[in-house]
T-cell receptor, first 114, second 114 residues
């Protein structure tokens, strides 16, 4: 069955520290891969996405993610976290010719310490 | 453009009551989706539509119905509300194109069934 796993439910980092959020998927082929961010009381906003080509993709707000086919992973990174990055982050996968449906991971809540 | 508009923002229902969650988009998007978000569970797809007159079930359709009579509107109907339907509901849409296009989300409807 298709699935997306975000192993970390909650992460706390200090402002200015680096960040890596993990995402693993289970699927027989390479899916479309996304990271969304959700601020409290808001809908989801796309950070970045991967379809094909360069496995390191850049997104908004200084985020990047790397697709590793051998590990079925698509981890999100940021070199220096800002207090405004505190939010919930969702990894999602989509599949060709399935109506654009996305399967979401459970989410990782990020807290930022001053 | 208003984007994706959901109404109401909050609602409390009694067990057995019915209601319709409204979703409208003004971007002429073919594809529309309803997700529910439960704490620690990520987003689960309830129903989706690839165009007017076409709907299909997602991961968790039981207890819900949808219709898509126009491109703009995609209402979600709860016929006999149950406590298990307490959740935050998000409507989303995406433009035509490949299945890797990003989703545009509404700001959500918080529903409590008591």
């Amino acid at each position: 069955a298709q699935s997306v796993t975000q192993p970390d439910i909650h992460i706390t980092v200090s402002e200015g520290a680096s960040l890596e959020l993990r995402c693993n998927y289970s699927y027989g082929a390479t899916p479309y891969l996304f990271w969304y961010v959700q601020s409290p009381g808001q809908g989801l906003q796309l950070l970045l996405k991967y379809f094909s080509g360069d496995t390191l993709v850049q997104g908004i707000k200084g985020f990047e993610a790397e697709f590793k086919r051998s590990q079925s992973s698509f981890n999100l990174r940021k070199p220096s976290v800002h207090w405004s990055d505190a939010a919930e982050y969702f990894c999602a996968v989509g599949f060709y010719n399935q109506g654009g449906k996305l399967i979401f991971g459970q989410g990782t809540e990020l807290s930022v310490k001053p | 453009n208003a984007g994706v508009t959901q109404t109401p923002k909050f609602r409390i229902l009694k067990i057995g009551q019915s209601m319709t969650l409204q979703c409208a988009q003004d971007m002429n998007h073919n594809y529309m989706y309803w997700y529910r978000q439960d704490p620690g569970m990520g987003l689960k797809l309830i129903y989706y539509s690839v165009g007017a007159g076409i709907t299909d079930k997602g991961e968790v359709p039981n207890g819900y119905n949808v219709s898509r009579s126009t491109t703009e509107d995609f209402p979600l109907r709860l016929e006999l509300a149950a406590p298990s339907q307490t959740s935050v509901y998000f409507c989303a849409s995406r433009p035509p194109g490949n299945d890797g296009e990003k989703l545009f989300f509404g700001s959500g409807t918080q529903l409590s069934v008591l």
